[in-house]
């Protein structure tokens, strides 16, 4: 009888990522997905412990599924960073859980997904940590045209408010030949994308172990892109996410040299105010962190920011949110992610004194919504009119005859009228003709179907995939 798994998973892209190589595992031992949890023999919950809402809808999956339990029977086992940080005290606190994995007992699945499918008379289960980070071989989803490349994991900075350093531990970079054959892998499947990720890629680090040579951020982004160039089939690598501190010139110089770099980078500030960021160990002020915005912009003058930004951190005035709001109005992002602090326990923020009143963190954080959503929707506004490059994924959800894409920013596009699914996963030159809400309504200009034979003999580097694409049409 096949067996049968189910994946929820909670969290950052990192999970995500790793939810994909466990899947990847299970099916080559011959498991099946499931449809619904509900018709599993294995449930995974892949956790996160970044917010403690995030923890609390995870322990109320664990009583569902511990009451669907009592009507028939499965395995329910819990990985990522909660499992990481609870460890012993996870099995005690929820008896419903068979297998608690943390972070470095990765070894463990395929011993664990053997003795589930051998109704637990597969012995050789080894509980050993590994004691350092194990890299899945592949995170690649079958079918998909984006993937996700883990580059690194951990982070030394210890944000006083971040409880990662606590549960994925110290940095490890993952060697540069197994992320050089993985991009061929993905190449060889169709993948048109790629994200790098790590806490913070900007520190990655490795070490030729015959030569010593040392490769740092930028070198692992100029050796991805030559051996992307080999095979011409992604076009577009992004990374995050990037500690502001660690945004080197090189890195910038990098990023305006090799044009299968989206010009789409994603710098967190967190806040506006000095004060506050130093409160949070960032290690940058708000004066630093605009230069590097000027540097970043005077190189690259297309290029697109996001950002994060956390409102409502103990000891936050109203002169602070201020600042923030100042610098929100400065740099103009193109889109951020905004959320208010909450107290996690574990982190040095936790102790602080001064906290800010529920009531008053979520008016901050409204009027730091209304004023980013003004801004990006002034600049997509802008856009239209513009003719860009669009990944296309699928038809519309909306209107099945309507393809959908995206553009290097991750905005969405959907092209009207009937269309042809032959362009699922290719580039298209689009011209923007519309906006709707957060959706660019787009016409295709030419395709890289029919551009094909010049854009499979281009290199990628200097003269760009899209300017090539431009130029052409
Ligand atoms: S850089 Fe700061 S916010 Fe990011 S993972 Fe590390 S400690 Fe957390």
Redesign the pocket.
């Known amino acids: 009888m096949t067996m049968t798994f189910f994946f929820e998973t909670y969290g950052c892209q990192m999970n995500q990522a790793e939810s994909a190589s466990v899947e990847r595992l299970l099916v080559e031992l011959g498991w099946e997905p499931a449809p619904e949890a509900e018709r599993a023999d294995l449930v995974i919950l892949n956790t996160c412990s970044v917010r403690i809402t995030a923890e609390t809808r995870v322990a109320g999956r664990i009583a569902h599924f511990a009451a669907l339990k009592r009507q028939r029977s499965f395995t329910l086992l819990v990985m990522g960073c909660m499992a990481e940080r609870l460890h012993e005290e996870f099995r005690a606190k929820f008896p419903a859980v068979d297998y608690v994995v943390g972070m470095f007992e990765r070894n463990r699945f395929s011993d664990i997904f053997r003795s589930v499918a051998a109704g637990g008379e597969y012995e050789a289960v080894d509980e050993t940590p590994v004691n350092s980070y194990w890299f899945a071989p592949s995170s690649y989803e079958a079918g998909a045209f984006q993937s996700f490349v883990p580059i690194m994991n951990g ?1 030394n ?3 006083t408010y ?1 409880i ?2 606590y549960v994925r531990g110290r940095e490890v970079s993952r060697g540069l030949p197994e992320i050089l054959s993985e991009f061929d892998d993905l190449a060889d499947r169709g993948v048109r994308e790629v994200t790098l990720l790590g ?2 890629v900007n520190s990655y680090r490795w070490t030729d172990p015959e030569s010593g040579t040392i490769v740092d951020f930028p070198g692992l982004l100029e050796r991805i892109a030559r051996r992307v160039e080999q095979k011409g089939k992604i076009r577009w690598i992004r990374f995050m ?1 990037s ?1 502001p501190k660690d945004f080197s010139d090189a890195l910038i110089d990098t990023i305006a040299r090799e044009r299968v770099l989206c010009r789409f980078i994603h710098l967190p500030v967190q806040h506006g105010s000095n004060r506050i960021l130093s409160d949070m160990n960032r290690k940058y002020a708000r004066e630093d962190y605009l230069a590097l915005v000027d540097r970043i912009r005077s190189r690259i003058p297309d290029a697109t920011l996001s950002t994060d930004i956390l409102v409502g951190f103990p000891g936050e005035t109203e002169a602070d949110l201020q600042d923030t709001l100042d610098l929100i109005e400065t740099v103009a992002f193109d889109a951020a992610y905004m959320y208010h602090y909450n107290p996690r326990e574990g982190t040095t923020a936790f102790s602080m004194p001064n906290r800010v009143p529920d009531a008053v963190k979520k008016e901050r954080l409204d009027r730091v919504i209304k004023l980013q959503h003004k801004i990006s929707a002034e600049r997509m506004r802008s856009r239209v009119g513009s003719r860009l490059i669009v990944l296309v994924e699928s038809f519309s959800r909306n209107d099945p005859d309507e393809l959908f894409g995206h553009t290097e920013m991750g905005e969405m596009v959907v092209f009207a009228g009937k269309q042809d699914s032959a362009l699922f996963g290719h580039f298209v030159l689009a011209e923007l003709t519309g906006l709707r809400g957060r959706t660019f309504r787009a016409k295709i200009i030419k395709t890289e179907l029919e551009a094909n034979d010049a854009l499979e003999t281009d290199t990628l580097s200097g003269d760009s995939a899209r300017d090539d694409l431009l130029h052409r049409v």
Do not use: E, K, L
Request: proline share 9%; charged share 0%.
């Open positions: 982070c900075n210890f944000c971040c990662v350093p806490q913070n996410s500690h």
